[in-house]
């Protein structure tokens, strides 16, 4: 850090169990992945390709390379995978793993419908030889996933192998565990973590909102994605007290009633 600042609440390093932060890259350039590397790639975790966005990228083994020299973990996104499903070319799909050297992968069916043993015998299969992320919910707003179902398949996926499952929330954060306003279910949200410990769980939350009520609601070292190149920094200065949205999450109680006694004194004197 550049200076010295008490009450900082302590962040997880890499390569973190919790507090993770994964980034969406939808088509990035090599020199912008440059630029973000030297202004914010120790604060990035894992960077997921968006969507289909790989087959299309410009200098990918490039971009590769780049990311895993930062000590940044980047894998394909999971609309990807389901598109080589849907063809009957899971095989294919692994194949391409292999020619780019992804150690992490995604397994998700938002897209498109796949039993969920399937889905799990091929998350145990890749977990043998790669870190397997899984995701949970629908990418469709009219298709609504009851609580029960949510945390059975999130039970089952860990148990087949998924490092973590991810709570979809797609890069609108509308679907999912959003309503389609940007809020979250609260009522879904607490289900799943009864059932389910929130350190297996990636909860994708592109908006700031989204991101301030996951953090007061699990800590600053809650595992957050889908987060945009430019909203890196200011996502981590949420996680440690440093934006006005958590200011006070992290400052000890008397400092805390001792601000407020200022507003109240202040307000007195106006009137």
């Avoid at 200098?59 to 930062?70: S, V």
């Avoid at 799909?93 to 780019?100: H, M, R, S």
């Avoid at 350190?199 to 991101?211: G, M, R, S, V, Y």
Wanted: with cysteine; hydrophobic share 40%; proline share 4%.
């Amino acid at each position: 850090m550049n200076f010295k600042l008490p009450y900082i609440p302590e962040r997880t390093v890499k390569p973190r169990k919790e507090g993770v932060t994964m980034m969406m890259d939808k088509g990035l350039s090599v020199r912008e992945v440059e630029n973000l590397i030297d202004a914010s790639g120790d604060l990035i975790d894992i960077v997921k390709f968006g969507f289909g966005t790989s087959y299309l990228i410009k200098n990918f083994e490039t971009k590769i390379q780049l990311y895993k020299e930062a000590g940044i973990r980047p894998y394909l996104g999971g609309t990807l995978f389901e598109a080589f499903y849907a063809r009957g070319m899971v095989n294919d799909y692994l194949k391409v793993l292999d020619k780019y050297g992804f150690d992490l992968v995604e397994i998700s069916d938002g897209s498109i419908i796949i039993p969920h043993d399937e889905k799990c015998e091929l998350i145990h299969r890749l977990s043998k030889e790669r870190t397997v992320l899984s995701e949970v919910g629908s990418k469709d707003s009219g298709i609504i996933v009851s609580p029960g179902k949510w945390i059975k398949w999130m039970q089952k996926e860990l148990e087949a192998g998924s490092w973590k499952v991810i709570a979809e929330g797609r890069e609108s954060g509308t679907v999912g565990v959003f309503r389609p306003n940007g809020t979250a279910h609260t009522l879904l949200i607490n289900r799943i973590i009864a059932k389910v410990n929130p350190e297996n769980i990636l909860w994708e939350a592109p908006k700031k909102t989204q991101q301030v009520w996951f953090i007061k609601l699990f800590g600053h070292n809650v595992n957050l994605g889908n987060i945009a190149p430019n909203e890196i920094i200011p996502l981590e200065c949420l996680r440690i007290g440093l934006r006005g949205d958590t200011f006070f999450e992290f400052l000890p109680s008397d400092y805390k009633e001792r601000l407020k006694q200022v507003n109240t004194d202040e307000e007195k004197d106006d009137d």
